[in-house]
Nanobody
Framework: QVQPVEFGGGLVQAGGSLRLSCLAS????????MAWYRQAPGNQREVVAV???????HYADSVKGRFTISRDNDRNKVYLQMNSLKPEDTAVYYC??????????????WGRGTQVTVSS
């Protein structure tokens, strides 16, 4: 399977915004719930937001009201609009399959992720 490609990260001041994009292969993307995950140094990877093929969404409590997940089913792309960023949002962000129903998740291969750094 082809790894997803995540991009759009960068360095931003607290309160700023970034828009992440993910291009996934059809095998990973097609008819699947998709999700954004993040991993900060010393922490486990955690789910940030999940979106079904039909557009239903779920967010981690820490990002509700600030982040918005969306997808383009024609282009196998998933997006994460991040507003009002906080230093604690600093992490490497990844996309992969997700599950609105919760674990287990049949993950595809992991990409390299995109680094988001929020300065205070």
């Amino acid at each position: 399977q082809v790894q997803p490609v995540e991009f759009g990260g960068g360095l931003v001041q607290a309160g700023g915004s970034l828009r992440l994009s993910c291009l996934a292969s059809g095998n990973i993307f097609r008819a699947n719930d998709m999700a954004w995950y993040r991993q900060a140094p010393g922490n486990q990877r955690e789910v940030v937001a999940v979106i079904s093929s039909g557009g239903s969404t779920h967010y981690a409590d820490s990002v509700k009201g600030r982040f918005t997940i969306s997808r383009d089913n024609d282009r196998n792309k998933v997006y994460l609009q991040m507003n009002s960023l906080k230093p604690e949002d600093t992490a490497v962000y990844y996309c992969n399959r997700g599950s609105l129903r919760g674990p287990p998740v049949n993950f595809g291969p992991w990409g390299r992720g995109t680094q988001v750094t929020v300065s205070s």
